[in-house]
């Protein structure tokens, strides 16, 4: 008798088969496998449930469950229980073909019934798009045609579709037409493996769950905000890809304003899905447009020094590598409240974080004493790494002479609630299951970001940067993002 997985706490996934198209990819064998195996350890995973691999390379399911088995300890998160795994890998099927066969989806439709009778999966159906952009609608056409994307008989059919979702306002706003004329907007789950982070989550718990922030969570007693995504690798042999996306539309409009839509927006009257994205598209639409003078004073791109020599990157490219943004918030909470967002490979050390810096309190009661300035109080949301909260305070030093000294607050998940290790997508694949879309984008949410960033990318290609390669690795960008902030008489907070 098979082992499975045993129930968990919370509502176990739906039954279903989930058809990964692109599936001998790294993705795969990286990522969802392991995140699949780790949804069936906590017992969210339905014991009616199905793997279906789809990709052009030449082989049958034996060698392909051969070929996960084998990497399956490398890429698995924690140690493997045998029966489990042993569990999950008779659940994976193979199916060679193209994108653009009419034929492979046949086949593909005959292993989907056999997945039906063999694990119990019920025709309820998710198609994983791990593909180029550039076959999303072919994918989904021939979904259509082959009747895997119709919802009948209380069958339900969704389609994950990964990053980039387009490369300017009218490449969104055409792949989104191209895939409403098959599904429904609430089949589609666009992707973000960001919003699986826990503290990213977790900012809507924490601002809504305590009564202390929300209260000051406003222009009245925010000075600025900072949000910061930095690696420390260049662009690791992805020359190709960098060359036609750049950490602007690599980074910014999707990772980055999904950050800022969080930190920024109004509580959702609820935690159903469109009342939170309804919530977080305010806040997109409320980014203040920029004025090409604009542009060339409130952004800042970069290059770091050897880029230029990757491995399939144009000798004299001038594609971006790092960016720094002012953006304005044009409503009632935010007026007047910048917030200075930067992204960028090669730089000082990996870190994400969001930073919230109060306004100073009147100085009037300390003008009698030794302290010639009182500090902003910071609160700073780390994301990676390690994640977690810290909040700085000033606090008198014991003494008979009034001084201040500045304190540290700080906690970290692991210590108060244990490391689990995860690939970052098992809440999007669950939440998938489970039919709760609150943690992706909409076609609206999409279209809003790049409203935002597509003038941005009509400026620097009519002006091309004059001075790339412009910052060395290891440092945190060109000394034009210190400016950024400095003529507001403000300064990056300094990441250790």
Known sequence: MDTIPQEGQGRVGDPCAMVIYGAAGDLTKRKLIPALYNLASDGLLSKEFAVVGFARREMNTDEFRAQLDADASKFATGKLDPALWQWLL????????????????????????????????????????????????EVVNQLGAAGLAQETSGQWRRVIVEKPFGTDLASAKTLNADLSKVLDESQIYRIDHYLGKETV????????????????????????????????????????????????????????????????????????ANAVRDERVKILHAIQPMLPEDILTRTVRGQYQGYRTEKNVAPQSGTETFVALKLLIDNWRWADVPFYLRTGKSLKGRTSEVVVQFKRAPFTLFRETTIDQLHRNVLVLNIQPEEGIQMTFQAKVPGPVVRLGEVNMSFKYSDYFGAKPSTGYERLL???????????????????????????????KALPPRNFPNYVPGSWGPKEAEELLSRDNRHWRKIS
């Open 430 to 460: 669950y939440d998938c299951m489970t039919a709760d879309a609150t943690l992706f984008h909409r076609a609206d949410m999409v279209e809003a970001g790049w409203t935002v960033v597509t003038p941005i990318l009509d400026v620097w």
């Open 201 to 272: 989550q977790n900012i809507m718990a924490f601002r809504f769950a305590n009564g202390i922030f929300e209260p000051i969570w406003n222009r009245r007693y925010v000075d600025s905000v900072q949000i910061t995504v930095a690696e420390s690798v260049g662009v690791e042999g992805r020359g190709n890809y960098y060359e036609t996306a750049g950490a602007l539309r690599d980074m910014v409009q999707n990772h980055m304003f999904q950050l800022l839509a969080l930190v920024a927006m109004e509580p959702p009257i609820s935690f159903e």
């Open 90 to 137: 008779k659940r994976i099927y193979y199916v060679n073909g193209t994108f653009e066969d009419p034929a492979a989806y046949q086949r593909l439709k005959e292993t989907l019934a056999l997945a039906d009778k063999e694990c119990g999966t019920r025709g309820n159906y998710i198609h994983y798009l791990s593909t180029p952009p550039s076959v999303f609608a």
